[in-house]
């Protein structure tokens, strides 16, 4: 006997689920950098992981991006984590709004004065449009709360 769900209840747990994917694969990366930088060899992380040497190296260059240590009073180490976090409903929209207006932002780079020389350039991760847009994108914010987010951010 199938049970049959609402389809637009399907689509949010999914959206739900796919931050908590992301989430823990966050953290899963965060863990392996961490084990990385406290002796474990790339090849001991591989066989914990069950992967080759070359992937594990791979891992850990990402890691060094996507998954930096969890800032002190926060639940993420990027605005990315934060904002995966409150779709996956570990935390509420209060404190993840909070977190999220006190984050530090990079600054985006300077455009150059010579068109022709922007080609390439690479590209700053920690900046609001890098870190919120993709959030949004990947549908962990709605565009409310981006709005409310950018409102916010605008009156400090």
Same mark, same amino acid.
């Given at each position: 006997?199938? *049970?049959?769900?609402? /389809?637009?209840?399907?689509?949010?747990?999914?959206g739900r689920n796919k931050a908590r994917e992301i989430a823990?694969?966050?953290?899963?990366?965060?863990?392996?950098?961490?084990?990385?930088?406290?002796?474990?060899?790339?090849?001991?992380?591989?066989?914990?992981?069950?992967?080759?040497? /070359?992937? *594990?190296? %791979?891992?850990?260059?990402?890691?060094? *991006?996507?998954?930096?240590?969890?800032?002190?009073?926060?639940?993420?180490?990027? /605005?990315?984590?934060?904002?995966?976090?409150? #779709? #996956?409903?570990?935390?509420?929209?209060?404190?993840?709004?909070?977190?999220?207006?006190?984050?530090?932002?990079?600054? /985006?780079? +300077?455009?150059?004065?010579?068109?022709?020389?922007?080609?390439? #350039?690479?590209?700053? +991760?920690?900046?609001?449009?890098?870190? *919120?847009?993709?959030? =949004?994108?990947?549908?962990? =914010?709605? %565009?409310? +709360?981006? %709005?409310?987010?950018?409102?916010?951010?605008?009156?400090?």
């Amino acid at each position: 006997m199938t *049970i049959m769900v609402d /389809p637009e209840q399907l689509v949010v747990d999914y959206g739900r689920n796919k931050a908590r994917e992301i989430a823990a694969h966050i953290a899963k990366l965060r863990d392996l950098r961490q084990l990385h930088e406290r002796g474990y060899t790339q090849v001991r992380l591989a066989k914990l992981v069950g992967v080759s040497q /070359p992937t *594990i190296s %791979d891992m850990l260059r990402r890691a060094r *991006i996507e998954a930096p240590d969890v800032r002190p009073g926060t639940h993420g180490g990027t /605005p990315y984590e934060i904002a995966a976090r409150y #779709a #996956a409903g570990e935390i509420d929209w209060t404190v993840a709004l909070r977190e999220l207006t006190d984050w530090q932002y990079e600054r /985006p780079a +300077e455009p150059n004065p010579f068109p022709w020389v922007n080609d390439g #350039a690479p590209v700053i +991760e920690g900046t609001f449009n890098t870190q *919120i847009g993709r959030a =949004l994108r990947d549908g962990f =914010l709605t %565009d409310d +709360e981006y %709005d409310g987010l950018l409102n916010v951010l605008a009156d400090d």
